[in-house]
């Protein structure tokens, strides 16, 4: 996916020495284009928020699925229960809360007093509003009307409209 191999260059390059504010720390010991590496991965998938939010999906597909990070950055469709176009919506939904996650805790002015819990909440929050903010792009009638009542993530509603159907874990 482009976008992935291109986003080696977000400008968060962490200083040597200092951590994520959730406490992960990338290896000292790696080349700096590891780092980078390593960073992005966490900011993706292992941050406090990133985690809260990869929850979230995987509790929205069947038991038997594992969601992986590659489902996600690649966009790949995991199951059938899902339709295609929803799981790239659901996957650009999560990339863009699992960023802004990140950006919360960096814009808190005491990093160390982040709750952990507080920051999976807001990312799932993040979430929420993007898929909402799709559902109410499409407008009165989408052309998702089919999806049906019960499609996991964004549904269609008797009318044709959408709204977001996303069961949140306990
Ligand atoms: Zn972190």
């Known amino acids: 996916m482009v ?5 080696g ?18 290896s000292a010991a790696s080349p700096r284009a590891t ?6 991965e966490h900011v993706f ?23 992986l990070s590659r489902h996600v950055w690649l966009l790949k469709q995991r199951c059938q229960t899902v339709r295609k176009e929803m ?5 650009l939904a999560a990339l863009t809360a699992m960023l802004r996650a990140r950006g919360l805790m960096l814009s808190t002015p005491s990093r160390t007093g982040v709750e952990p819990a507080v920051v999976g909440t807001r990312a799932v929050d993040l979430l929420l509003a993007a898929l909402k ?7 009165g009638v989408s052309s998702f009307s089919d999806l049906g009542q019960s499609h996991p993530f964004v549904c269609a509603r008797p009318n044709g409209s959408l709204a977001v159907l996303l069961q949140l874990p306990p």
Not at 9 to 26: D, E, I, L, V, Y
Not at 133 to 139: H, W
Request: proline content about 5%.
């Open 3 to 7: 976008w992935w191999e291109q986003a």
């Open 9 to 26: 260059g977000h400008g968060w390059p962490m200083k040597r020495g200092t951590a994520c504010p959730c406490g992960w720390q990338h």
């Open 35 to 40: 780092q980078v590496l390593q960073l992005r």
């Open 45 to 67: 998938w292992t941050c406090t928020g990133a985690s809260a939010i990869r929850r979230a999906i995987q509790h929205n597909l069947p038991v038997s699925v594992q969601l």
């Open 87 to 91: 799981w790239y919506v659901v996957c």
């Open 133 to 139: 903010d799709f559902a109410a792009c499409q407008g």
